[in-house]
């Protein structure tokens, strides 16, 4: 003797274990090329002031990527170390249409 299963009924099989099964596959692993662990985005502003003449900001997740902006006069400033004076403010150049300084 031979049943005939409906194909609605088979849908609703296939539905309800996909629903049944979906908190388990949303928590796997993924295998393969996928990192084990995502890497959290870089949470920086652009640097700007608001009350302030000379802010200081991050561009990058590289410490040596640190500048102090004059919000008055544009002027840029890297944040450098070096072994003799320690710490100080290296200025940033860049030229105007005319190729100066």
Same mark, same amino acid.
């Given at each position: 003797?031979? @049943?005939?299963?409906?194909? &609605?009924? %088979?849908?609703?099989?296939?539905? =309800?274990? *996909?629903? +049944?099964?979906?908190?388990? %596959?949303? @928590?796997?692993? /993924? *295998?393969?090329?996928?990192? =084990?662990? +995502? ?8 640097? =700007? =002031?608001? &009350?302030? $003449?000379?802010?200081? /900001?991050? #561009? ?6 640190? *500048? ?6 544009? $002027?840029?400033?890297? #944040? +450098?170390?070096? /072994?003799? %004076?320690? %710490? ?14």
């Amino acid at each position: 003797m031979r @049943h005939r299963v409906s194909r &609605g009924l %088979i849908v609703l099989l296939v539905a =309800s274990c *996909f629903l +049944a099964l979906s908190p388990l %596959i949303a @928590h796997a692993q /993924g *295998f393969g090329l996928s990192p =084990s662990n +995502a890497q959290p985005e870089p949470q920086f502003r652009v640097l =700007s =002031s608001s &009350g302030g $003449r000379y802010v200081f /900001g991050q #561009i990058s997740d590289s410490s040596k990527d640190q *500048f102090m902006l004059d919000t008055l006069t544009g $002027r840029l400033w890297r #944040i +450098a170390e070096s /072994g003799e %004076i320690g %710490i100080y403010l290296r200025p940033v150049p860049y030229r105007d249409r005319k190729g100066k300084c």
